[in-house]
T-cell receptor
Framework: DAKTTQPNSMESNEEEPVHLPCNHS???????IHWYRQLPSQGPEYVIH???SNVNNRMASLAIAEDRKSSTLILHRATLRDAAVYYC????????????FGTGTSLTVIP | DAGVIQSPRHEVTEMGQEVTLRCKPI?????LFWYRQTMMRGLELLIY????????DSGMPEDRFSAKMPNASFSTLKIQPSEPRDSAVYFC???????????FGPGTRLTVL
């Protein structure tokens, strides 16, 4: 399973944009990039996913580098409810449905 | 939809006792996953089922752990005998085959004394 590297922690001021980076230099052509987040005392929840093109949904945007070796999750306006651990995960569609979670980035939002 | 349901939410037991954790996936989802989360090791995939059949159990730590899925709406994770190092939060998740999103339950916090 391909590995991802994320900063252990980040801080953001409330109502400002947040850019959460993820490096995945060994990504293969069949790896999808998924982002999940885990709020305190809850199970992880889906945020967004993509393959090659940038993606937007109601929660966030995903910017994928042209060589696909890195990606950035963008929260356009951080709120206190966005304080969570954010996981960047690669899923190889050839080998199955498994997700392998790394250590993630703990995001602190400062009021 | 009630989402993924796990029971119990909290379990405290003594070393050597049998522990059974339960999961009801979202109706219609045919992939089910069991995870364990600890501070030291983070979130680990233990086993996953597709159409009630175990596909990959390589994450199951040892023979003390077993998982079953007798039907599409129910799965169990059993630890026998339990040990203090099994203390963790256990999550169940389900997914529709072909879908991209795993839906996680609220977890079961297990404490083995």
């Amino acid at each position: 399973d391909a590995k991802t590297t994320q900063p252990n922690s980040m801080e953001s001021n409330e109502e400002e944009p947040v850019h959460l980076p993820c490096n995945h230099s060994t990504i293969s052509g069949t790896d999808y990039i998924h982002w999940y987040r885990q709020l305190p005392s809850q199970g992880p929840e889906y945020v967004i996913h993509g393959l090659t093109s940038n993606v937007n949904n109601r929660m966030a945007s995903l910017a994928i580098a042209e060589d696909r070796k890195s990606s950035t999750l963008i929260l356009h306006r951080a709120t206190l409810r966005d304080a969570a651990v954010y996981y960047c995960i690669l899923r190889d569609v050839r080998t199955g449905n498994q997700f392998y979670f790394g250590t993630g980035t703990s995001l602190t939002v400062i009021p | 939809d009630a989402g993924v349901i796990q029971s119990p939410r909290h379990e405290v037991t003594e070393m050597g006792q049998e522990v059974t954790l339960r999961c009801k996936p979202i109706s219609g989802h045919n992939s089910l996953f069991w995870y364990r989360q600890t501070m030291m090791r983070g979130l680990e995939l233990l086993i996953y089922f597709n159409n009630n059949v175990p596909i990959d159990d390589s994450g199951m730590p040892e023979d003390r752990f077993s998982a079953k899925m007798p039907n599409a709406s129910f799965s169990t994770l059993k630890i026998q005998p339990s040990e203090p190092r099994d203390s963790a939060v256990y999550f169940c998740a389900s997914r529709l085959t072909g879908g991209n999103e795993q839906f996680f339950g609220p977890g079961t916090r297990l404490t083995v004394l």
